[in-house]
C-alpha cells in the first residue's frame, strides 16, 4: 500500500510559479512510477507528467512540456512537480499517482485527494 499526500497549490497570476510536492508512505516507493495528471472543471482527468523509478526518465504531455519539470527524491519519499510560466489554462485539480505505467490513468494504483492549483488571467 502506497499513500500519497499532495501539497503546494494556490492561487497564483498567468506567468508565475508553483511548486507541488507529493508526498508517499510506504517502503516500496522508490519502486514505483509516479506521475501527475489534473482535472479541470467538466473535464476528464488527463495526464500531465510521469517519472521513472530511478528518475531517469520523464515524461510530458504536449501542454505542459517546456513549462513544467518533474522529479523525484526517494530518501524523501517525495515526487515533485514545479510548473512555470502558467497560464489560466493550467487551472486544475491537481492529482499524484503511483503505479506502473507511463501516461494511461489506468495504470496506476494508488492515487492523492489532489491540490487545487488556480490560475488568474
Known amino acids: 500500500q502506497v499513500q500519497l499526500v499532495e501539497s503546494g497549490g494556490g492561487l497564483v497570476q498567468a506567468g508565475g510559479s508553483l511548486r507541488l510536492s507529493c508526498a508517499a508512505s510506504?517502503?516500496?516507493?522508490?519502486?514505483?512510477?509516479m506521475g501527475w495528471f489534473r482535472q479541470a472543471p467538466g473535464k476528464e482527468r488527463e495526464f500531465v507528467a510521469a517519472?521513472?523509478?530511478?528518475?531517469?526518465?520523464?515524461y510530458y504531455a504536449d501542454s505542459v512540456k517546456g513549462r513544467f519539470t518533474i522529479s523525484r527524491d526517494n530518501a524523501k519519499n517525495t515526487v515533485y512537480l514545479q510548473m512555470n510560466s502558467l497560464k489560466p489554462e493550467d487551472t486544475a485539480v491537481y492529482y499524484c499517482?503511483?503505479?506502473?505505467?507511463?501516461?494511461?490513468?489506468?495504470?496506476?494504483?494508488?492515487w492523492g485527494q489532489g491540490t487545487q492549483v488556480t490560475v488568474s488571467s
Open positions: 517519472i521513472s523509478w530511478s528518475g531517469s526518465s520523464t
Open positions: 499517482a503511483a503505479g506502473r505505467g507511463r501516461i494511461n490513468l489506468l495504470e496506476y494504483d494508488y
Open positions: 510506504g517502503r516500496t516507493f522508490s519502486s514505483y512510477r
